[in-house]
């Protein structure tokens, strides 16, 4: 199985500050057909996950624009340009180019 | 708008059974492959299953294979998950997803004496 290793895994930051989080495949997560199927994912506390990047990079339709995703290969960042308030809770990085699907650990984003 | 209704959760013994139900509505279901995902307590997320279109084809990670069973019913807009076998490592929230784009609210499955 495809194994994606987060890091940090806890992330205390100051709002108005900037925020990365680095997520590394155990293999490319290139598909055959040339995409990467690589996303993002953002869990508030209490609530159910939400889809914010999907193929590395794109942004789901409201999410703002301070996230930003890149990388490729095995190698990929979440960026948070100014963390808010509502930025707070898990994120996770998931893979679906091999089976099984598999997700990183998950990184909480909390204040500092 | 998406809606992902997941009903049939509860408390459960070890060896025991249970079938969660995901209603959906907003979109067209037979469109679209469905998944279960969970969050144990205290863990991150793990996918469990997913089921294409028609049905025909189904995927489950290696903890459930032989005790769970995915299927789905297109005219009645609605995806399953029979859980036999149950073990206190199945504890857990278990989320109806779309497309991995569109989650329901969970729910709690609790396997424990």
């Known amino acids: 199985d495809v194994v994606l290793t987060q890091s940090p895994l806890s992330l205390p930051v100051t709002l108005g500050q900037p925020a990365s989080i680095s997520c590394r495949s155990s293999?490319?997560?290139?598909?055959?057909?040339?995409?990467?199927?690589l996303i993002w994912l953002q869990q508030r506390p209490g609530q159910s996950p939400r889809r914010l990047l999907s193929?590395?990079?794109n942004r789901e339709s409201g999410v703002p624009d301070r996230f930003s995703g890149s990388g490729s290969g095995t190698d990929f960042t979440l960026k948070i340009s100014r963390v808010e308030a509502e930025d707070l809770g898990v994120y996770y990085c998931?893979?679906?180019?091999?089976?099984?699907?598999?997700f990183g650990q998950g990184t909480k984003l909390e204040i500092k | 708008e998406v809606q992902l209704v997941e009903s049939g959760g509860g408390l459960v013994q070890p060896g025991g059974s249970l079938r969660l139900s995901c209603a959906a509505s907003?979109?067209?279901?037979?469109?679209?492959?469905m998944n279960w995902i969970r969050r144990a307590p205290r863990k991150g997320l793990e996918w469990v299953a997913n089921?294409?279109?028609?049905?025909?084809?189904?995927y489950y990670v290696d903890s459930v294979k032989g005790r769970f069973t995915i299927s789905r019913d297109n005219a009645k807009n609605s995806l399953y998950l029979q859980m036999n076998s149950l073990r206190v490592e199945d504890t857990a929230v278990y989320y109806c997803?779309?497309?991995?784009?569109?989650w329901g609210q969970g729910a709690l499955v609790t396997v424990s004496s």
């Open positions: 997803v779309k497309d991995v784009r569109d």
């Open positions: 907003g979109f067209t279901f037979s469109n679209y492959w």
């Open positions: 089921i294409n279109k028609d049905g025909s084809a189904k």
């Open positions: 293999q490319s997560l290139v598909h055959s057909d040339g995409n990467t199927y």
């Open positions: 193929q590395v990079s």
């Open positions: 998931m893979q679906f180019t091999h089976w099984p699907h598999t």
